[in-house]
């Protein structure tokens, strides 16, 4: 496979930087194809045993990957890292490495993952969005082969963290979201590597948001959730009794179907739905992003026999819609051959958010990727779709350009 000159250069500063510590993370941006300089850093290095580990959705293209470029690595998902072996690796690339860990405490995984990394030679983190919830998750992207001086999260945050209380029930409870960039940046630069999407020579997507309003019986029980924190919807009961919980129904409730309080499915509305079948039925090839599965089922019953959630079928051409998962689909695919992107639904993770947005894009796509973005008049979704946008626009500025 033939390199591109954005991926020679990160290559080149890999290589270079890994021969002063033990850890670099390139922090390019979506799509711009960190894996083919990761596995070139390996080459250069004269690792023969390497680890790759990442997402279970991203698994095959790693795979393809490796194949072409004729080197002998084991890919595996996070969730079965325990099936490796721990010692004996030259190297781990850690792929989408904000996976890794939240804050204050990382995912399940973290302990297997550096495990390996700690006994390695050197370890390579691949993140498009590596902070973009907040500058205390480079924390645990760089524990993994060791880098603090500081041990443990906490006693890290004393020192770069911003300290901060909210009451909680009558109490004070400490918040580890707030951290000094500029510090930790002063730090963990030395080990960064970026590269934008216009470095790549790829042209950003075009985001569109429409305007749904709501229906009357979506507006009706709507508003009774956010003002009652409950609503019975044809003889069905829901309920939303904690903040968390009222924000999720209320969520749900723009896509056209909640959780009753039993766990049943209940169909609250059409006007999302209507909007998506009006706007984008004679389209060609279209790839639909839901955050939830009563929506997702609902729009496959809408779709019929144009619609699929098997993505190999969706590519074999036999279908016009995919519809998927955000959580799912949100890292590791290609969905660059499709024409647009409807976000039916918008992520909660300012993270998925982003990496969502860039699945249509690709280094040899040839016209400007479309992305639509349904958004609710007068609900929570307008709330959401600011919030993640913020995210993105603090994504950006992580590299400096």
């Not at 305007?211 to 409950?230: A, E, G, Q, W």
Request: glycine fraction near 8%; proline fraction near 2%; hydrophobic fraction near 40%.
């Amino acid at each position: 496979m033939q390199s591109k000159d954005h991926q020679d250069r990160i290559a080149l500063e890999g290589c270079e930087r890994l021969s002063r510590g033990r850890v670099i993370l390139i922090a390019g941006e979506p799509r711009i194809g960190k894996s083919l300089p990761a596995i070139a850093i390996a080459q250069k290095l004269g690792w023969t045993n390497v680890l790759v580990v990442t997402k279970k959705a991203a698994i095959g293209g790693w795979l393809e990957l490796i194949n072409e470029m004729k080197v002998n690595f084991e890919v595996v998902n996070y969730e079965s890292i325990q099936k490796t072996r721990s010692e004996g690796w030259d190297g781990v690339i850690v792929d989408e490495s904000h996976r890794i860990g939240a804050y204050p405490k990382p995912c399940i995984a973290f302990s297997e993952v550096r495990s390996r990394c700690v006994m390695a030679k050197g370890v390579i983190l691949l993140s498009g969005t590596p902070a973009i919830e907040s500058g205390a998750k480079l924390y645990h992207q760089f524990a993994l082969a060791g880098f603090w001086d500081e041990a443990g999260f906490y006693k890290w945050h004393n020192k770069f963290g911003i300290q901060k209380k909210i009451k909680l029930y009558g109490r004070d409870v400490a918040q580890y979201d707030d951290v000094d960039m500029d510090k930790i940046m002063g730090i963990v630069g030395k080990a960064l590597i970026s590269c934008t999407m216009e470095e790549a020579g790829m042209e950003r997507a075009e985001i569109i948001r429409h305007r749904v309003f709501m229906d009357p019986k979506t507006c009706l029980h709507y508003r009774n959730i956010k003002r009652d924190s409950i609503s019975r919807i044809d003889n069905r009961v829901v309920v939303g009794l904690t903040a968390p919980q009222q924000a999720q129904i209320l969520h749900m409730m723009t896509g056209g179907a909640c959780y009753d309080d039993r766990g049943g499915i209940v169909d609250v509305g059409k006007a999302k739905i209507d909007y998506l079948m009006k706007k984008w039925i004679g389209k060609r090839k279209i790839v639909i992003f839901t955050e939830y599965v009563p929506e997702r089922n609902r729009i496959l019953v809408e779709l019929g026999k144009n619609g699929t959630d098997n993505l190999e079928n969706f590519k074999s051409g036999e279908y016009r819609f995919f519809v998927g998962s955000t959580k799912v689909y949100c890292e590791g695919t290609d969905f660059s051959f499709c024409d647009e992107m409807v976000l039916y639904s918008i992520p909660w993770s300012g993270s998925n958010y982003v990496q969502v947005l860039a699945r249509l894009s690709n280094m040899h796509r040839e016209n400007r990727a479309i992305i639509n973005v349904l958004v609710m008049e007068n609900t929570i979704d307008e709330a959401i779709f600011e919030a993640v946008s913020g995210k993105q626009d603090f994504n950006r500025r992580m590299y400096n350009k």
